[in-house]
């Protein structure tokens, strides 16, 4: 009777235990996909972006180019996850320098779709900075449930391996200014 | 200090008017009180020296004329109530901000406080006064006192005993918040209860649409547990700033704080252990002791929109 007991409960322990980690595992898959879906936010936003800018200023075409070459490799289909946040970094820091230099063309600085543009790109900015500290979080948990007993013996049994997190970029650490960003 | 109470001459011309009141209405209520403490002591002294039918006669009537002071007494003390806190917060608020002001008689309703999610208990019993309302530049924001209250009734030898419990005593203070979002986050102290409600909603089984949000922000999460409907939002909403400014914040209280962030709202509790904005009836109005307390907790309330950088308005909301 103990013994039956005993081997009931263990089941229900390693049911609970293999349900938590395929939880957490499926955790991490969706906060990725979170990320995801805020780039192509942030991408859909560059064309606009770029039209209204050009109507103003001849001077910062070099930029703009690149700003343009970038997004169209970030919506090449089946790009890897780590190309896509390295393409958003570039595109991101380009579009930054961008802004910065929106303080020589008073014009374009008072349009109102740059304005909106402008807002709305910060807003995807945290947004997409709230997503990876989500993901991380996630990936923590996940990892830390695999590496300590007894979900470390499940994950041998499953093939489970810890998941790097993403780096934060020391840009993205910073409070986001709107005086510093755009020169309000 | 925000207002020079002392060197205020419009507002030293109302506080000596209703220094006069209050002086009147001391005077009155310390002798009915006097009439009463005489009238029990008188009875109590007679009966014990053997009789008790001229001791309670003659014990009476003080207690009744004393009653009587007290119960005349009331509606100047009301009016007199009224009045400071209309004339004398009224003009501090003003001092303050333009766009300040106070109502006496109304507040946040029962029907909102269970709507800011920061209280999972529902109220038997509920007061609400004094409604702040303004603007800090761009922030609109309101705040008010109250006190919720549930029951507990248990069968004793005597019958039914009904016992009050507080729910919530202090300030909710509410705000426009400067970004927009569509889920509820809500953030509470980290008391024994709601550390295991969260371990258990993390580890076993989550109650209800909100998922317990694990921050990154050692400090934050040692002093609050958050919950929230979106993982994403939750961060979205709580910046590493915001962390650090709402810990800023609780640090300058006595009690921990609970705030939530529900349709572009942002709600704080701030727990409190007297009523405030009440004039005194026996302490001076013109030393200003209490008068001070009011103005500084009303300059935090004001403070909290520059404190949380609520000003800020970068995020597509105007």
Same mark, same amino acid.
């Given at each position: 009777?103990?013994?039956?007991? =005993? ?5 229900? =322990? ?163 200014? #709107? ?6 | ?23 009147? =209405? #001391? ?147 509410? #705000? ?113 002791? #209490? ?28």
């Amino acid at each position: 009777m103990i013994i039956a007991l =005993i081997i009931i409960g263990s089941i229900f =322990i390693g049911i609970f235990f293999y349900n938590s980690l395929i939880g957490k595992k499926n955790q991490v898959t969706n906060a990725f996909s979170a990320i995801d879906v805020m780039l192509k936010k942030r991408f859909d936003l560059i064309p606009n972006l770029v039209e209204v800018v050009k109507q103003y200023t001849t001077y910062e075409q070099g930029t703009l180019t690149k700003i343009v070459e970038l997004r169209s490799k970030a919506g090449v289909p089946n790009i890897s996850n780590a190309e896509k946040a390295d393409l958003d970094a570039q595109l991101s820091s380009n579009v930054r320098g961008l802004m910065v230099n929106v303080e020589n063309y008073p014009h374009l600085k008072a349009n109102t779709n740059f304005i909106n543009l402008q807002t709305t790109w910060t807003e995807s900015e945290e947004q997409i900075a709230a997503a990876r500290r989500a993901y991380n979080a996630a990936v923590t948990d996940y990892n830390n449930s695999i590496m300590m007993f007894p979900g470390s013996l499940f994950a041998g049994i499953l093939n489970f391996h810890p998941i790097a997190v993403l780096e934060t970029a020391a840009e993205e650490r910073k409070n986001i200014s #709107a005086k510093e960003r755009f020169n309000i | 200090m925000l207002l020079d109470i002392a060197n205020n001459v419009a507002l030293q011309q109302v506080l000596a008017t209703m220094e006069v009141t209050r002086k009147k =209405i #001391a005077a009155i209520q310390t002798k009915g009180y006097i009439f009463i403490a005489a009238g029990i002591v008188f009875c109590i002294l007679i009966s014990v020296l053997g009789f008790p039918i001229p001791g309670v006669i003659g014990g009476i009537i003080p207690l009744i004329y004393g009653s009587v002071l007290l119960f005349n007494v009331n509606d100047s003390l009301t009016a007199y109530r009224h009045a400071y806190k209309t004339n004398v917060i009224g003009a501090a608020l003003t001092f303050l901000d333009e766009s300040l002001s106070i109502n006496p008689y109304q507040g946040i309703t029962a029907s909102e406080f269970m709507y800011t999610q920061l209280f999972v208990q529902e109220p038997d019993r509920y007061k609400t006064e004094d409604l702040v309302t303004g603007c800090a530049d761009r922030t609109r924001f309101y705040f008010a006192e109250i006190h919720a209250e549930y029951k507990t009734v248990t069968q004793t030898k005597n019958g039914r005993q009904t016992t009050w419990h507080d729910i919530f005593s202090g300030i909710i203070f509410a #705000a426009d918040f400067n970004k927009n979002f569509n889920g509820i986050t809500i953030v509470r102290p980290k008391d024994f209860a709601n550390a295991l409600g969260a371990w258990f909603s993390k580890n076993v089984f989550s109650f209800g649409g909100n998922d317990v949000i694990k921050l990154e922000n050692v400090d934050f999460d040692k002093t609050f547990v958050t919950y929230g409907s979106d993982q994403v939002e939750a961060r979205y909403i709580l910046t590493p700033s915001l962390m650090e400014r709402i810990l800023a914040l609780n640090h300058q209280t006595r009690y921990d704080i609970s705030l939530s962030f529900i349709e572009s709202r942002m709600y704080i509790a701030f727990p409190l252990n007297r009523n405030y904005f009440e004039a005194p009836v026996f302490k001076s109005l013109v030393n200003a002791e #209490a008068l001070n307390d009011d103005i500084t907790t009303i300059k935090f309330m004001y403070d909290i929109v520059k404190e949380l950088d609520l000003n800020t308005r970068i995020w597509g909301k105007g």
